[in-house]
């Protein structure tokens, strides 16, 4: 394939370094340089997409990221697959792998387009939601259909391979946009000794300069960029980013930046280099120097290929060597877009016509075109484009001088080529990610930085300064200011580089070129390429009664593409006004959200993902469970043996085996992820009988108790045991999950209610291993291996704690119980753990030690009726409602938290729910947990629902069922039946009985 | 993401450190069992919820673990201050 449309000789390609690249199978040679749009130019691929609802054939428009047609599906294997790439921002790379997203069987041969044609007229805006909402149950094969014809690209089907990093950076100032402002503004920052990080999305820093025939300094514009970007990098408080996309501008100076590390050489970068960067950025002060996009025309069929925004054209012909044509027809309604027409001719390709809507266009590039015989045809427009895959040639018509309407008749002007201003829109999204409002300017015709709250300077094109001369200037100044504003010394009257003043007519504000037709019956005129929104579909929307630019925006989808409405949105907005009979101010524009372009999941998860995803925490044991086959619950961000199952062994089977062990000999827990806090100071023994409803005043050193813990509403909230370690020193344990959550609670009512008790707290959760040893057997198994910690019954009581050594280490037991066995829980030092650990089992082999996991402790507990809080309680039930007033001090002086909140009018009145024990009818059939109760099975839906079961499992020690859960007055039910109806049609017949199935009378722990 | 001054360790730290725990000065009666149940409720679940100047408690939870006050601009999301718990806020709208 031979580079037809390539010019001989210009642009800042290599043409020493060739490359090959495929698109849609066939294979195309570029240069290194390139963008894979401007290669795909120079090889005269006119057509590289379908639009979304017509099926239309569609050419490139622009040349950065307001692209809305050129949209690739990019990739040479499946695992390294991107969808959506904008081939005008994508760099060639040799080997480069490029397919069109939509089109069936191929985007040049399309036989959707022929859908579109018959259906088009049957396809106005809010057709999805007119013609797809019912019946509903239609939905998913609808959805199937909508999203292959919505031609957008698919999503890899193996895993990335790359990596992605996150990067924190702090900035003096950060400046947004390397062009002519920016790179003022770097300069002028630098100087002042600021650290000054600088981003641009292109490759290459110099945005407009790169494709300027204007001097700067009387150097070429790229010579000046060259010098600039050299004198920066000798700063060594300067960071340069290129191919970076400063992507979100947050509250306080926050932005984050997308940079592309390998994506130039994607498929070809080499192995373990990072792909992407998200820089989080906190500056100080902040430049956008952001520029401007040109706006397209709206006029019929200028979807064509070979219909693009005139500025692209100068940029393929000067930044590429590339004429994306042989003859054109301009039409401008400004003076900036002759500029085009002069490259075209300096390019030896024929410009046909100059088509100005402005009856009497004056200025210096207006003159340039004159001198060179160029034929402008002046108070005209193009009003229609002839031509299918290609522009064949264009229909040009006086018009009123305010654009209304056209007032002559029509000539026929052929040409393969179209290109179109309707001048320039301040790129000003980032502005808006900080909630500011933009304004409009009638001067500048377009939306401007609005009023902000963030320490932020605008420059350039951003504040509709089009001109060169003024960019530098505004860029130089705002660079010192920056400086100044951050605390540094700069030059505010720095002499920006000089450039030509060139003088300008003034501009004409049109959007919508009319047609000799009503807008409804006119070819179609289109506003956002990527969705097919038309200007006829936006006149319908307003006829339909939507006023609201974010209502006509969602009725039409205008702006919902990959490219957020960058070309259109004015457009747009200008025509919905107009239809609306009000000023664009008035009707306002839709307000731009982060991110300005697409961002990738890798670069937003950077190493938070697979083993990184979130911590995971161990206890000291963790090794042991691995090797003795455990498998494991995530309890938080904790590992708990969930059960250890033997050879061939079920769940149930193992637990069964664990529960019975345990009960008839010894078994024993990791315990050591309850939350376990250190409290210490004269005022901790107040303080707990302040934030537990139980009594504290007279616990003695040595001795446990078991507090519940209250919100100031009355309802429970988090429970455990506390030891009295010394007069003024407490030990408390919360349960695994709610360790933070309680440390929090105790440090906000110490700091702000009771800053007078002297109390402190600290977390020693990862400090201690917690070995639970529970069951008849375990007096005997702890004494084999402690001699200076007597364990007699009588002398170490139930609920007290002693101090010693066990296998040769410190350690505290505390004889507690959460499974009504005679039960000790030790405490060593974390790393002492496993020692421990393993000394018990060689020990314990006799009495046939048994490790049991959460599930086990569960079944263990809820026969002996304990509850787990956040399991049987969920922040609705107070202590009474739990059967557990027995937990609750009536008479502590201090009015504790949770004593008002459960005496309210509501926590007092009979018929609440209360957690009882349920006993099923068949003893072998559990009740799953969250099953309502109900009073009568055969009621009609909606039954009159008591309640719900919380734990409910199967207990092999009684040889039935066991639940626990909650039934409307169940405490005064006692011996009712009520039952469980199943999503299956089935219904569970249950007795409510006390939730104590097991040694009522606790004698078991009292051995 | 704000940045958060913290008047404990006097430093700007990154809001991913602290925590937001409501409405600032919202104190506790000093005689809750004389409280009505309406003026328990008040005391529970009534919370301002202005546009605009704001005073919020918040605690900066992997740091110091210590409470203090913002004034917080709900609209703009301005911090126009922070202060210590028991300091009255100088930003008032």
Redesign the interface.
Known sequence: MTQQNRLQSGGRIERNKPLTFSYNGKHYKGFEGDTLASAMLANGIDVVGRSFKYSRPRGIVAAGPEEPNAVLQLGATEATQVPNVRATQQELFDGLVSNATNGWPNADMDLMGYVGKVGGRMMPPGFYYKTFMYPQSMWESYEKFIRKAAGLGRSPLENDPDTYDHLNQHADVMIVGAGPAGLSAALQAARSGARVLIADEQSEFGGSLLHSNELIDDKPAAQWVEETVAQLSKFSNVVMLPRSTVNGY?????LTIHERCTDHIADKAPAGQVRQRLHRV?AKWVILATGAHERPLVFGHNDVPGVMVASAVSVYINRYAVAPGKELVLMTTNDGAYQTALDWAAAGRKVTAIVDTRANPQGDLVDAARAQGLNIITGSAVIDVQGSKRVSGVSVASIAEDGSRVTGSIQRLSCDTVASSGGWSPVIHLSCHT?SRPKWSDDVIGFLPGDT?QKQLTAGSINGEFGLKGCLAEGTRAGAQAAINAGFEADADAVPASAADVKTGPAMALFHIPHSQPTSRAPKQFVDFQNDVTAAGIELATREGFESIEHVKRYTAMGFGTDQGKLGNINGMAIAAKSLNQSIPETGTTIFRPNYTPITFGAIAGRHCGELFDPKRYSAMHKWHLENGAKFEDVGQWKRPWYFPKAGESMQDALNRECQATRESVGILDASTLGKIDIQGKDAREFLGRVYTNAWAKLAVGKCRYGLMCG??GMVFDDGVTSCLGENHFLMTTTTGGAARV??WL??YH???W?ELEVYFNTVTDQWATLTVSGPNSRKLISELTDDIDLDRDSFKFMDWREGTVAGVPARIFRISFTGELSYEINVQANYGLHVWEKLFEAGEKYNLTPYGTETMHILRAEKGFIIAGQDTDGSVHPFDLGMGWCVAQKKPF?YIG???M???DCVRPNRKQLVGLKTKDPQVVIPEGAQAVNDPNQPIPMTMLGHVTSSYYSACLGHSIAMGFVRDGLNRMGDTVYYPLADGTVIEAEICSPIFLDPKGERQNV | ???IYCPHCQEYR?EEEF?A?GEAHI??PL???N?T?EE??Q??YFRKNPRGVHHE?W?H?AGC???FNITR?T?????KETYK??EQPTVTE
Request: proline share 4%; aromatic share 10%; hydrophobic share 30%.
């Open positions: 947050h509250d306080h100076n926050f906190r909630g709250v100031e509403d440390l929090e440090e906000l700091q702000t209610e800053p009015s004593k008002r909140g005496a309210r009018e | 993401m704000f940045e990154e925590h725990s104190s506790r005689d809750p069992d409280c149940d328990w409720a005391f529970l408690l605690v939870a673990r210590k409470f601009d609209q703009t999301y301005e911090i718990v028991g």
